[in-house]
């Protein structure tokens, strides 16, 4: 369920589908965090379904893609899953045209959604 979750994140993202971001988190969830990625790029912090929605919707037109390439389990909290790192593969119209690697963290909550999830550009080494 908690990938399940990612998935649906990324699935919305990617298609401009605000429903389906509403339907990513958890319905008392504490943010939603995407920072810079490239320079005139700026970051992005959600604290409610709204401000979720909104985003999802001004990014559709940059087709924002992510592809998942790991994800460390590190346990439950309560009811909730943490993950991290989490490490991806981001494209989008606007961040040129190389695949940026993005890593970042979240927190699943049981059987609601992402509660937190954290994420920003992995700098090559």
């Excluded at 604290?47 to 439950?76: E, K």
Aim: hydrophobic share 40%; proline share 6%.
């Amino acid at each position: 369920m908690a990938i399940g979750a990612l998935r649906t994140w990324i699935r919305a993202l990617a298609t401009g589908d605000a429903d389906l971001a509403r339907r990513s988190v958890a319905p008392g969830f504490v943010w939603v965090r995407v920072n810079r990625f490239r320079t005139p790029d700026s970051p992005f912090v959600a604290r409610d379904t709204s401000s979720l929605m909104d985003f999802v919707r001004r990014r559709a037109p940059y087709h924002d893609r992510w592809t998942l390439q790991s994800i460390t389990f590190n346990g439950w909290r309560e009811n909730r899953l943490r993950m991290g790192p989490i490490f991806f593969l981001r494209t989008a119209d606007d961040l040129g045209s190389t695949a940026l690697e993005g890593f970042g963290k979240a927190e699943y909550e049981c059987p609601s959604g992402l509660y937190v999830l954290s994420v920003g550009r992995r700098e090559p080494w």
